[in-house]
């Protein structure tokens, strides 16, 4: 994302039309607390400026803030991966991790002991950093559209997990790609999700994935998972729970625990 220009605030500065330049000039001589007194208003102006949303800087204050790399469901499935190990146990053996910033979630999770993981990751990732482009060159990141079937063999997974991703989609894709990923897991599939009115898309990602996110309700999704044959996994849902209360870990997503196709 390109940062907004200000040079030419700075030849404004100076080539002298800087405001009360020539009062400061003239009475300097004579008063030097007026001088300092200019220069404290003219101080103040510019910062009213600066922040005030109108004039020089104001106009377009969000063109340069950062919002790449800010999802917040992929965040959580990095808090979460221990209380997830709690729950998976054995299942955490070989995890896919699906959604943006998949680098950054397989980085974590190779960290775990015994633990294999791969990503798919669906944007575009030609400014991504040197470990991230080093997992794509060793095949473990993919770039994917998760509206198509996922580049792998059935059961490759024992464990998919999920963020970011499902909210961008319409029901048209989700009855594909949510069977598919089903379709690469044997012991289960983790799906975080935003919580609806907490959450806005970005800029960037709508520009990625072409549609705004719909931050779909609890009841939503479970009648959805029952329209897709896909059965809540109780038992890690319920160890979940108990890890979490131990470590009062208070979730920013909506967390769904299922079962794979057998």
């Given at each position: ?221 479970i009648r959805f998972f029952l329209q897709m044959s896909l059965e809540e996994n109780e038992s890690a849902g319920k160890k979940f729970e108990q890890a979490a209360s131990k470590k009062s870990y208070e979730p920013n997503c909506q967390i769904f625990h299922l079962k794979s196709y057998h």
């Amino acid at each position: 994302m390109s940062r907004r220009q200000v040079g030419s605030t700075r030849r404004f500065v100076d080539t002298g039309s800087f405001p009360f330049a020539g009062s400061l000039h003239s009475k300097s001589r004579s008063s030097p607390l007026l001088s300092i007194g200019l220069i404290l208003v003219g101080a103040v102006l510019l910062i009213c400026l600066a922040y005030g949303g109108s004039g020089i800087f104001g106009g377009n204050k969000n063109a340069v803030t950062k919002v790449e790399g800010d999802f917040l469901c992929t965040s959580e499935v990095q808090r979460a991966i221990p209380l997830l190990k709690k729950a998976y146990g054995d299942s955490m053996r070989k995890v896919l991790h699906v959604g943006p910033d998949s680098c950054s979630v397989v980085s974590k999770l190779l960290q775990e002991e015994e633990t294999e993981a791969w990503g798919v990751e669906p944007y575009d990732i030609e400014d991504a950093d040197a470990s991230c482009k080093s997992l794509v060159r060793k095949g473990l990141v993919r770039v994917a559209d998760i509206k198509f079937p996922l580049p792998y063999r059935p059961k490759s997974f024992s464990l998919v997990v999920v963020s970011d991703a499902l909210d961008y989609l319409s029901p048209k894709y989700l009855n594909k790609t949510l069977p598919d990923l089903a379709r690469v897991s044997t012991d289960g599939i983790v799906v975080f999700t935003g919580f609806p009115g907490r959450q806005r898309a970005k800029v960037a990602e709508l520009s990625k994935f072409g549609r705004p996110a719909k931050m779909r309700s609890s009841s939503w999704w479970i009648r959805f998972f029952l329209q897709m044959s896909l059965e809540e996994n109780e038992s890690a849902g319920k160890k979940f729970e108990q890890a979490a209360s131990k470590k009062s870990y208070e979730p920013n997503c909506q967390i769904f625990h299922l079962k794979s196709y057998h």
